[in-house]
């Protein structure tokens, strides 16, 4: 059973994408809640989203099918997938969106989807493909799909972690691809002309002072209390990081 649809997209919250998908949901599912958990990711980045969604996911209530549509190969001879792992359903293209989920999943099964509807446009298979595949996924109907092993799929293999920045949020702060419970307090984080240091949070560290915490998704975030770490460090999406070990003592 599928109780919601979570949309995560890298539409943008504006224009008319994200609109005519809702709409017509709306219209095929009204009983079926959509929300959009994140409609900003970096675009054409499926490899920063790959990082990103299963922090996204991991305290949201099971039951929900997740459109993930970052798709930079539309148009293309990509694959679809549809997966279900651990109570939740995925459908998304396969670029390596799924491959982190799929490496960490409990219990997983995975098809990649052949059909295709009548009228298929070239540029925005989210409302062409990706939705009715939704739809008739939650009424119950047949869909072409051809069972595969995670191996196949786009992205497998790749490390477990990313020490990148996966993603920019409107406060400046820069969300990592690095899982914070494997650093201790005294580890730093060096990027280009900066070494910084961990604070539990904000208040920690004097105004204007950058610094990594751990936030509320177990990622290592790099921040700037009552600043802009991206603006003052001159970092954005994709950005290379290096973890280095203890800080040096005085």
Request: charged share 20%.
């Amino acid at each position: 059973m599928i109780d919601r649809i979570g949309l995560v997209t890298d539409f943008g919250s504006g224009g008319p994408y994200l609109g005519q998908m809702r709409l017509l949901l709306a219209a095929a599912l009204p009983e079926i809640p959509v929300v959009e958990l994140v409609s900003d990711l970096s675009p054409h980045a499926p490899r920063l989203a790959a990082y990103l969604l299963p922090a996204l996911v991991a305290k949201m209530p099971t039951a929900t099918l997740y459109l993930c549509v970052v798709d930079p190969g539309v148009g293309s001879d990509r694959a679809v997938l549809r997966a279900r792992i651990d109570g939740d359903w995925f459908l998304a293209p396969d670029n390596g969106v799924l491959a982190p989920m799929l490496a960490r999943a409990g219990k997983a099964l995975l098809h990649r989807v052949d059909w295709r509807p009548e009228r298929l446009s070239d540029s925005f298979h989210g409302r062409d493909l990706f939705l009715p595949l939704a739809i008739s996924l939650i009424r119950g109907q047949p869909i072409e799909a051809v069972p595969l092993a995670p191996e196949q799929i786009t992205g497998w293999g790749w490390p477990g972690e990313l020490a990148q920045v996966l993603y920019l949020d409107r406060f400046g702060n820069l969300i990592t691809g690095l899982r914070a419970e494997g650093l201790s307090k005294t580890t730093q984080i060096r990027i280009p002309g900066w070494v910084l240091g961990y604070a539990r949070t904000f208040c920690e560290v004097p105004p204007g002072t950058p610094f990594w915490y751990c936030n509320a998704f177990g990622l290592v975030e790099i921040a700037v209390n009552q600043g802009r770490a991206d603006a003052l460090l001159g970092l954005q999406a994709g950005a290379e990081l290096e973890v280095l070990g203890p800080a040096p003592s005085a």
